[in-house]
């Protein structure tokens, strides 16, 4: 396996498809409320995809049914949408990735339904501070591990655990590439970040333990201890200034930092 370094060319290619997703997770924010399903959710997310000229990237992958992952509560990543509705003060998490014209986009957010408790804002919080946190680490010549230690710190400074069972990954001209990118771990260790590296990074915190059970389903992860369970990701390239996150919407253009 190796890692690949893009060009500026390539770059903009993996920024439109995530820009794609990113306004996917917009238009998927605006509507989730009490009563709706996630599969409802998921065409949404699907016909906005299509419409802007991307396919969704995980509808088939590996026989994944459908273009969007949700994750309620208990569940930490890959639940398959159903006829389920949300219900007020649930969390969600949203994980979305979509392929054009050869490059690939992915990232994810957890969102409230409705009025939730302090208990799960603070957790969505801390792990949206975890990623950012990973995401300033990133600059020329420093590890991956780098970003990895800086998730599992912030994350354990609030007494969460970040889960180790599944990790991040590089992007581009496929879904899942080279470097693993893990949410824990000491600094100075992993591959060395270069200019053109394109990392989907993705931090899983749980409010309790970090063991994860697969369901049945052969997809869904939840917690083992039924504990909430927030995800957050960006892809972000790796610049001469430090990271680009690409995943953000064409009216939100912002280097993070
Ligand atoms: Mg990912």
Redesign the pocket.
């Known amino acids: 396996m190796t890692i690949h370094y893009r060009t500026a060319e390539e770059i903009e290619k993996i920024r439109a498809a995530n820009r794609i997703v990113a306004a996917a997770l917009d238009r998927l924010e605006e509507i989730v409320k009490p009563g709706i399903t996630t599969v409802e959710l998921d065409r949404e997310a699907e016909a906005l995809i299509r419409d802007m000229g991307g396919r969704p990237s995980f509808k088939g992958y590996r026989g994944f049914p459908n273009a969007l992952c949700v994750a309620v509560n208990d569940q930490v990543v890959h639940g398959i949408p159903g006829k389920q509705a949300l219900k007020a003060g649930d969390i969600i998490g949203l ?1 979305v ?1 979509v392929e054009k014209e050869g490059y690939y986009g ?1 990232a ?1 957010r957890t969102v409230p339904v409705g009025e939730t408790s302090q208990e799960a804002i603070k957790l969505m919080e801390v792990t949206m501070e975890s990623l950012m946190k990973g995401i300033a680490e990133i600059r020329p010549g420093a590890r991956v591990s780098d970003i990895s230690h800086a998730i599992q710190s912030h994350v354990e400074s609030h007494g969460y655990s970040v889960v180790t069972a599944y990790v ?2 590089g ?1 581009g001209s496929s ?2 590439e080279e470097p693993q990118v893990p949410n824990f771990g000491r600094k100075g260790r992993g591959p060395i970040l270069r200019e053109g590296m394109v990392l ?1 990074i ?1 931090p899983m915190v749980n409010i309790g333990g970090p063991d994860v059970t697969l369901m049945k389903d052969g997809w869904t992860v939840r917690t083992s201890d039924g504990s909430l369970s927030a995800h957050f ?1 960006h892809s972000v390239a790796v610049v001469r200034g430090g990271g680009d996150v690409l995943s953000v919407g064409s009216k939100n253009v912002k280097k993070l930092s």
Do not use: L
């Open positions: 994980d990735g992915d994810a991040g990954h992007i879904p899942h989907a993705e990701e």
